[in-house]
């Protein structure tokens, strides 16, 4: 079956600097991938949709220049949270899309300190 | 219009009961409904899916029954195990109608299931 892998995992940064965190299909190519936000307990919050070699489309009220999105080809995309703060400390999962639906990644905890 | 309503919020069930879980949408665009699986500290891992062209889909002891009049779409756990205590997402997208679509999720259901 279709793989998503992201990395890393875990994270723990300083305040004040920024964090990548990066997101692959391993065995299909996704011209669409998704990156949420989730909060302890509750549902996946949509911030933004990539598209291969496009701007991303983000939320409402999720800042594009805190969250930089780059999808620069059909098996990768990144988020890099910038000027991370403690408020940013959450858990991250991005979502590829293929031809038969979604597949997510195993989602990355990050924590600002 | 694109809010996928699941319910109950938590649900206890007993070792080898039945765990039934609800979900209801609006938008008649929709066409793929899957239910995904989420352990603490891990991504959402797809369980089953179903298509609007068919009313019941059945994998392992998992089965989703889907009424396209109602709008309306669940999940039901056969032999319900106490491995299988996570929180369940149903969701729902216009899968066939381009590139964007992406999946509205319902709430969550945190599934407790008791030895």
């Known amino acids: 079956g279709a793989v998503v892998s992201q990395h890393p995992s875990r994270v723990i940064c300083k305040s004040g600097t920024s964090v990548k965190i990066e997101c692959r299909s391993l065995d299909f190519q996704a011209t669409t991938m998704f990156w949420y936000r989730q909060f302890p307990k509750q549902s996946l919050m949509l911030m933004a949709t990539s598209n291969e070699g496009s701007k991303a489309t983000y939320e409402q009220g999720v800042e594009k220049d805190k969250f930089l999105i780059n999808h620069a080809s059909l098996t990768l995309s990144t988020l890099t949270v910038t000027s991370a703060h403690p408020e940013d400390s959450s858990f991250y999962i991005c979502?590829?899309?293929?031809?038969?639906?979604?597949?997510f990644g195993s989602g990355t905890r990050l924590t600002v300190v | 219009q694109q809010q996928v309503k699941q319910s109950p919020q938590s649900l206890i069930v007993q070792k080898g009961g039945i765990s039934i879980i609800n979900c209801a949408y609006e938008n008649t665009a929709f066409d793929y409904f899957p239910w995904y699986q989420q352990f603490p500290g891990k991504g959402p891992a797809l369980l089953i899916a179903i298509r609007p062209d068919v009313s019941e889909k059945k994998e392992g002891r998992f089965t989703i029954s889907f009424n396209k009049s109602a709008k309306q779409f669940s999940l039901h756990i056969m032999d319900s195990q106490p491995g299988d205590s996570a929180t369940y997402f149903c969701a729902a997208s216009n899968l066939d109608g381009g590139s964007q679509g992406n999946l509205i999720f319902g709430k969550g259901t945190k599934l407790s299931v008791k030895p």
């Open positions: 979502s590829a899309r293929g031809i038969d639906g979604y597949t």
